[in-house]
């Protein structure tokens, strides 16, 4: 019966993945990774065609199964390469190529086997080796399809998840079968007829994964090998156990004895050199992290939380100082943190705590050579091995700071540099579960810490920006106050110079007394512009006529400058009376220096389509066109013996401010003209043409 079951079994796997292997070509796409999987499928079947008609011992079965493993483990390399990522999966490489040769090994074995069917003893210790590479090799290939499915990024496994489940099957169903038949050293018949059934469950799982998937590629995910390495050791060392067992027991006599004092004269011998080697143990750690193990950080999701952490910004955002703790925090899983800043003394101050019990010692600020070693080596600082001594990187040695030694909270220290600058220093608490650092934390504190202190030396520069432009718009607003204070010295001088020869004079006096006025008026307003600060005059824009208040600026000069005024009362600007008469009164004053005795300055004013022109004319000294182009309206530049540039830059920024702007025409030797132009206002009042002069 169990004869019959594996005839027909094997012959239905044999027709199954016959039809598959033919599908398969029928619909070839030309992929490389397609044509291991095409062999697989043909070679399974004539294995199936084997063990049907042959049996499970005979030589050409055992050469097939081989044939069919290799075919299957050559398929998942293909789709593992396709990833392109060589250097995160060299180990996963390596246990390929060591199934690889262990199913060689498999060959060797099922072509010696028959020669010692006549010697039972050699045959049955054959057997039993065959029986465990054909563990070994299901083990192996079981822990590669979980690396394989595992290593996929969630949006790959979709493709392959079909097969990994048919191989799995597969693999998993021959790993029972051996171990059965090593433990139990019997004939496992019954196993072996339904392994055919078996194979053929499978066969519908490949041919949807065909018809879903006509291409197989992967992209690679963080997901870490370590759990499948860990299994594979575990396995090893399990078989070479098992192996050594089986084969004292075949050599029997004194060389079991003598096997087994040179097994423990070896493994102490290892335990004595190794063990009490602080060193060593720490080498061997690294090693076996770099080159067997995937790395503990997931990069790519630690670097994103990382700036999503310290970029946070809103009104409800925690200070810089502490993101920047938590965000280094998180990516160790500290549970707080302290950041110190350094000074350009060297002196580490506490600035900011996030989750720290107890106070904050000042002990940091005195340990200058501290600050400097940091500085110097960028040494990210294990606080449990710098207790026990001295700090030392390369040539570089300090002393252990005694704040260190007296808190045991800390666990790492972080230098965060900028520009090969010392900016500051975060140090961490233990996370929960206590470990030591290792070379992963290093690297990742070391280029955190570097990412961190731009964040900081940003910080820094837009602090000491905002306070040098604090001081810029008080310098401004201060170099405008003097330029009208020197205006008015200036007219003040005048009418005291006028005093000594009219002071008989009652329109004199009259106007004397209006110039006065009209003085304490602007010394009043030029403080209450200081006493605002650095608050932006902001007055609100309105419609209002623009006749009036050219009127009394060409009427406050009369008796110092011919002034003429031209143009149409009704005419209205939207501006802010202040501002507007403020600019004006800086280039009717600029015009008056420019020209000479007796010429008349001319305002004009009237509509320019939906803009007001005011044109301020003088026939004075002019302007060179080089002059006018690039330094006219720059702060401190002036054509005038002892004049301070500032009377055109304040007032193009006040006409600018309004919605306004300042076109300049000026020949030297002829006179200049500077039209204002204004958005126009909307207010009634009747026609008018009206011409004042002196």
């Known amino acids: 019966m169990v004869a019959v079951i594996g005839l027909w079994s094997h012959a239905l796997a044999a027709l199954l993945f016959g039809a598959l292997a033919a599908w398969q070509l029928r619909h070839w796409n030309g992929d490389h990774i397609n044509r291991p999987l095409v062999a697989a499928f043909a070679v399974t079947s004539c294995w199936a065609i084997f063990i049907a008609l042959l049996g499970p011992g005979h030589l050409l079965s055992g050469l097939a199964e081989s044939a069919r493993n290799f075919a299957f483990l050559a398929f998942m390399y293909g789709i593992v390469m396709s990833a392109a990522e060589d250097d995160r999966q060299r180990a996963v490489k390596l246990v390929y190529f060591t199934v690889a040769g262990v199913i060689g090994l498999q060959i060797v074995v099922a072509g010696v086997l028959p020669r010692f069917a006549n ?8 057997s039993s080796t065959a029986h465990i590479i054909g563990l ?5 290939s079981l822990v590669l399809v979980h690396n394989l499915y595992g290593q996929a990024a969630p949006d790959s496994r979709w493709g392959i998840r079909l097969p990994m489940i048919a191989l799995a099957g597969m693999w998993a169903y021959d790993l029972h079968i051996y171990t059965v038949a090593y433990l139990t050293r019997g004939p496992v018949a019954d196993l072996f007829a339904m392994r055919g059934a078996a194979l053929a469950m499978i066969v519908p799982l490949f041919a949807l994964a065909s018809r879903r998937n006509a291409e197989w590629r992967m992209r690679l995910s963080r997901a870490a090998t370590f759990q499948s390495l860990s299994v594979l050791a575990i396995l090893a060392y399990l078989i070479l156990m098992m192996s050594a067992t089986r084969a004292l027991d075949v ?23 190794l063990l009490p080697s602080g060193k060593a ?12 193990f995937e790395h503990r950080y997931d990069y790519r999701e630690e670097w994103l939380g990382f700036t999503r952490t310290v970029g946070r910004g809103g009104a409800d955002a925690a200070p810089l100082g502490d993101r920047v703790i938590k965000a280094l925090a998180d990516i160790a899983g500290s549970p707080g943190g302290l950041l110190f800043l350094a000074d350009d003394q060297y002196r580490l101050t506490p600035s900011a705590r996030w989750n720290w019990p107890g106070p904050i010692g000042e002990g940091p600020a005195r340990d200058h050579d501290f600050a400097r070693f940091l500085e110097a080596t960028a040494h990210v600082v294990d606080f449990d091995t710098a207790r026990e001594g001295m700090l030392a990187a390369g040539p570089n040695r300090v002393a252990v700071p005694g704040w260190i030694v007296e808190d045991g909270a800390a666990w790492a220290g972080i230098p965060l540099l900028h520009s090969d600058r010392l900016v500051g220093l975060v140090v961490l608490r233990h996370p929960l579960v206590r470990r030591p650092l290792d070379w992963e934390d290093f690297d990742l504190f070391r280029t955190a810490g570097i990412q961190a202190a731009s964040y900081l030396a940003e910080a820094r520069s837009q602090e000491a920006l905002a306070n040098a432009q604090r001081f810029d718009e008080f310098n401004r607003r201060f170099a405008f106050i003097m330029h009208d204070i ?22 004199f006096r009259a106007d004397m007394v209006a110039t006065l006025q009209s003085s304490v008026k602007k010394m009043n307003d030029l403080l209450a512009r200081l006493n605002r600060g650095n608050r932006a005059e902001t007055a609100a824009l309105r419609d209002m006529p623009l006749h009036p208040l050219l009127a009394a600026l060409s009427g406050a000069r009369q008796h110092l400058h011919p002034v003429l005024l031209y143009g149409d009362p009704a005419v209205a600007v939207r501006a802010d009376p202040a501002r507007l008469e403020q600019a004006l009164g800086h280039l009717v004053q600029n015009a008056i220096d420019a020209s000479h005795a007796g010429d008349p300055v001319r305002i004009c004013f009237g509509h320019r389509g939906s803009e007001v022109g005011v044109e301020i004319i003088d026939s004075g000294v002019g302007m060179s066109t080089e002059f006018v182009a690039g330094r006219l309206f720059q702060p401190f530049a ?3 013996e002892g004049g301070f540039g500032i009377g055109a830059f304040e007032a193009r920024t006040l006409i600018a401010a309004m919605g306004g702007r300042i076109e300049v025409e000026s020949r030297e030797g002829e006179g200049s003209r500077f039209t204002i132009f204004l958005p126009a206002g909307a207010i009634e009042a009747p026609p008018h043409y009206e011409r004042m002069s002196a």
């Open 119 to 126: 010697e039972p003893l050699i045959h049955a210790a054959l």
């Open 136 to 140: 070994t090799i299901a083990a192996g």
């Open 251 to 273: 050599i029997g006599g004194e060389w079991v004895r003598i096997g087994q004092i040179g097994l423990i004269f070896t493994m102490t011998l290892a335990a004595t050199i």
């Open 281 to 292: 143990r720490a080498w061997l750690r690294v090693i076996l992290a770099k080159h067997f």
């Open 486 to 507: 020197k205006n008015l010295v200036s007219q003040l001088s005048l009418v005291a110079r006028n005093a000594e020869r009219h002071a008989d004079n009652p329109e």
């Open 638 to 640: 002036s054509t005038k």
